[in-house]
Structures are given as structure tokens and as C-alpha cells.
T-cell receptor
């Protein structure tokens, strides 16, 4: 059974810092990996989708990488801002149903 | 704008009562999903549907039921058999090319 782990569980940084969130998964037979952002009491907002054949994706200040063979993905956030404060969730897509298996998330706080 | 609409945003259930959560999408996606989110446990799959008139149980289907009579709609019923229904419920749809899109969620509380 797939297990997705996110480290750290919580992170607090001063504004302007570059930071890395880590995600690992135990079964490399995935279709793709998706990073989401969740604000308190809200739904999930998709940040980046990496297909299994890809190594990385970029959107603005965000860059996500995928190393399927080692079961790892990282989300890099450049020049962090207080508005980046949220919980970041990593999820892998697998199986005939293309279902998501989530990590428990990293709660990020960016201090002004 | 295309997206997923969930309603209501907040729902209160009395003991022994069935309640239905609505999920509508205008993305023309075939696959739709229901997830439950509890603090400290992440998101878990309840039911999914890959095509109209067909649906499958996920990891925690007991005490829930669904229907998929239209491509756009995938309602979730929380039955009285679900003993611990207080949670945040998220509906999603998926296309392989663009990934998952989620709704804004329904928070269900037992009173």
C-alpha cells in the first residue's frame, strides 16, 4: 500500500527566504504527482502537476521536481511571502482509478 | 469559469439522520471523487466514479452512499450508519492531462 510522507510537518520562516518542502512515496508506480495548497477551512488549490515522465515543473516562484526512481519530490518556493502561509499537500496519482494518495501536509508560516 | 461547486458549505446532522452533500462540475470531466479530511489524518477516499451510472468504493465507504446519474453531478449521502461523520468533505474531478480539481468543501457537524 502506497505511503506518502511529507517533511517537515510544520515550518516557520521569515519573509524573503527560499525554502524547500519534501515529499516521499513508497511505490514508484505512479501516473503523476500533484502539489496542492490548502488555506484554513478551504478546499485544495492545485499548484503544480508533474507527469511521471517529467522531472520538474515551474510556475512563477514555485518549482517542483520529481525523482520517481527514488520516490521523492520537492517543492521549492522562492522569495517567500506572508501570503504563502498555508498547508502544502503532496499527492500521488496511482491505480486504475487514478486515485490520489495524500501526505499529511506541511504547514508553512511566513513571518513578515 | 469552469470548476466544482459544493453545497452547502456547512451542514449539521442530528443523530440517526441521513444528509446529502451536493457536488456539481462544469469541467466535462468523466471521473469524480469524494474525499474526507480529518485533522491529523490527511485526506481519505470515500467513493469514486469514472463514468455515468458507475461508481466504486474507496478506502472508507462504510456508512456512505453515492449516485452518478449525470456526468455533472456526484452527490454523497452520509447515512445514519456512519458513526463518526463530523469531518470536512471534499469533492474532486480529474483529467489525466491537467490533474485534479477540488471543490471548496462541506463541513459536516453532528449535533
Amino acid at each position: 500500500k502506497q505511503e506518502v510522507t511529507q517533511i517537515p510537518a510544520a515550518l516557520s520562516v521569515p519573509e524573503g527566504e527560499n525554502l524547500v518542502l519534501n515529499c516521499s512515496f513508497t511505490d514508484s508506480a505512479i501516473y503523476n504527482l500533484q502539489w496542492f495548497r490548502q488555506d484554513p477551512g478551504k478546499g485544495l488549490t492545485s499548484l503544480l502537476l508533474i507527469q511521471s515522465s517529467q522531472r520538474e515543473q515551474t510556475s512563477g516562484r514555485l518549482n517542483a521536481s520529481l525523482d520517481k526512481s527514488s520516490g521523492r519530490s520537492t517543492l521549492y518556493i522562492a522569495a517567500s511571502q506572508p501570503g504563502d502561509s498555508a498547508t502544502y499537500l503532496c499527492a500521488v496519482v496511482e491505480g486504475s482509478a487514478r486515485q490520489l494518495t495524500f501526505g499529511s501536509g506541511t504547514q508553512l508560516t511566513v513571518l513578515p | 469559469d469552469g470548476g466544482i461547486t459544493q453545497s452547502p458549505k456547512y451542514l449539521f446532522r442530528k443523530e440517526g439522520q441521513n444528509v446529502t452533500l451536493s457536488c456539481e462540475q462544469n469541467l466535462n470531466h468523466d471521473a469524480m471523487y469524494w474525499y474526507r479530511q480529518d485533522p491529523g489524518q490527511g485526506l481519505r477516499l470515500i467513493y469514486y466514479s469514472q463514468i455515468v451510472n458507475d461508481f466504486q468504493k474507496g478506502d472508507i465507504a462504510e456508512g456512505y452512499s453515492v449516485s452518478r446519474e449525470k456526468k455533472e453531478s456526484f452527490p454523497l449521502t452520509v447515512t445514519s450508519a456512519q458513526k463518526n461523520p463530523t469531518a470536512f468533505y471534499l469533492c474532486a474531478s480529474n483529467t489525466g492531462t491537467y490533474g485534479y480539481t477540488f471543490g471548496s468543501g462541506t463541513r459536516l457537524t453532528v449535533v
